[in-house]
């Protein structure tokens, strides 16, 4: 199985800070990566797929970037409403692994 | 509006079984890939199985192989998964999601399901 590893586990940051969540995967995935934002409650939500493409709606501010094994997700000037839980996950093989999680919180 | 609602979850024994169902609305299931994901309680993400447009071909975590059968009926726009021999490790909220583009683009609200004695 293909690990997912973030980093950090925990972030602390104040609304206008540049966010950047690192996740690392075991063998090279190319770029079938996705990023979701979870909040507490609620389903994940996708930002992110094929590594770097924007799903449709979600606020420019998000960007991802990488490919085989290492990738980022940045946000750019962190809102209000983006305190909650990331998660990677790799769909370039089964079974489909996500990171740990990155919880942002407020600072 | 696009809708994915999730139920059949519950309090069940060790050993027992459920059959989770996910009911579509806004869209058709028969164009896409399915997916169930689960999280357990205060836990991140574990995906549990998926299944092809026409359901010739179904994935299931290798932990939960053998003891899950993933389903759809393309007719009743909707989508199961028939969990058999559940542990108490299979606690978890049980998320229906579709795959748009490979990686589920859209989540129902899930269903909690607890395997206790």
């Known amino acids: 199985d293909i690990q997912m590893t973030q980093s950090p586990s925990t972030l602390s940051a104040s609304v206008g800070d540049r966010v950047t969540i690192t996740c690392r995967a075991s063998?090279?995935?190319?770029?079938?990566l996705a990023w979701y934002q979870q909040k507490p409650g609620k389903a994940p939500k996708l930002l992110i797929y094929k590594a770097s493409s924007l799903e449709s709606g979600v606020p420019s501010r998000f960007s991802g970037s990488g490919s085989g094994t290492e990738f980022t997700l940045t946000i750019s000037s962190l809102q209000p409403d983006d305190f909650a839980t990331y998660y990677c996950q790799q769909y370039h093989s089964y079974p489909w692994t996500f990171g740990q999680g990155t919880k942002v919180e407020i600072k | 509006e696009v809708q994915l609602v999730e139920s059949g979850g519950g309090l069940v024994q060790p050993g027992g079984s459920l059959r989770l169902s996910c009911a579509a609305s806004g869209f058709a299931i028969s164009s896409y890939w399915m997916s169930w994901v689960r999280q357990a309680p205060g836990k991140g993400l574990e995906w549990v199985a998926n299944?092809?447009?026409?359901?010739?071909?179904?994935y299931c975590l290798d932990s939960v192989k053998g003891r899950c059968t993933i389903s759809r009926d393309n007719a009743k726009n909707s989508l199961y998964l028939q969990m058999n021999s559940l542990r108490l490790e299979d606690t978890a909220v049980y998320y229906c999601a579709r795959n748009r583009v490979a990686p589920p683009d859209f989540w129902g609200q899930g269903t909690l399901v607890t395997v206790s004695s």
């Open positions: 063998q090279s995935i190319s770029s079938w």
């Open positions: 299944i092809k447009q026409d359901g010739s071909e179904k």
